[in-house]
């Protein structure tokens, strides 16, 4: 197996700390940028298998940052280490934000899982594979990226598949919240899921509507 290239971004300060240290005991090949801007075009010119942008070194949530790299980048894994206190932004672009505190093992963890071809964190049900760590589905030859929201519905319906999984299961265990005075939301997000999976979305082969209840997926017989 080829070493896998991981490009972190961390800030320059002597008294920051670093997780380049425990990457390279891990045996990954880390490069190491303390500049934004230089270290996503260093990634757009190199192309690592994971760039890691440690905002909380650089004392910022990284939000802005991590978007930047997102448009810059083709399908680079990005992980984002945001300072203690953050609030993720699911829009903020990364595969992965880590809030600190944590282990540096958990880092090294998540750059495992967003490693290309580790299938220890590809499930599959029938005709349908969901890669974990990178978010994406294949369905009969057609793939497609999911948002991190609609991979967990995906995971979920894939752990239970024929079971009726009612809406406030859905929402508690996707957006952790009991409120279920407004499903919209997760309807929203069921239809751009049968658009990632199903051939025809109006007459859906996997994902059934349970009127007034809830969803199931369904495996083809």
Known sequence: ???AKVLLIESGRPSAPSFASALEK???DVTVHHKVETGIKAAADASPDVLILDAASMRTSGSRMSRAAH??????PIILI???GTRPDPANGSSVTLVQPFTPRKLVNRV??????????????GPVKLN????????????ARLTPKQSKLLELFMHNPGKLLTRKKL?????LTDYTGD????????SWLRHAIEQNPAKPEFLHTIRGMGYRFDLPN
């Open 183 to 190: 499903t919209r939301t997760l309807d929203v997000h069921m």
């Open 1 to 3: 197996m080829a070493i």
């Open 132 to 143: 974990l760590a990178q978010r994406k589905v294949r369905v009969n030859g057609r793939e």
């Open 26 to 28: 891990k045996g990954f």
């Open 171 to 175: 929402i508690r265990e996707v957006w």
């Open 71 to 76: 448009e810059d980048l083709d399908g680079v």
């Open 82 to 84: 945001s300072p203690s």
């Open 112 to 125: 495992i899982r967003l490693l290309p071809g580790d299938d220890r964190y590809v499930l599959q049900a």
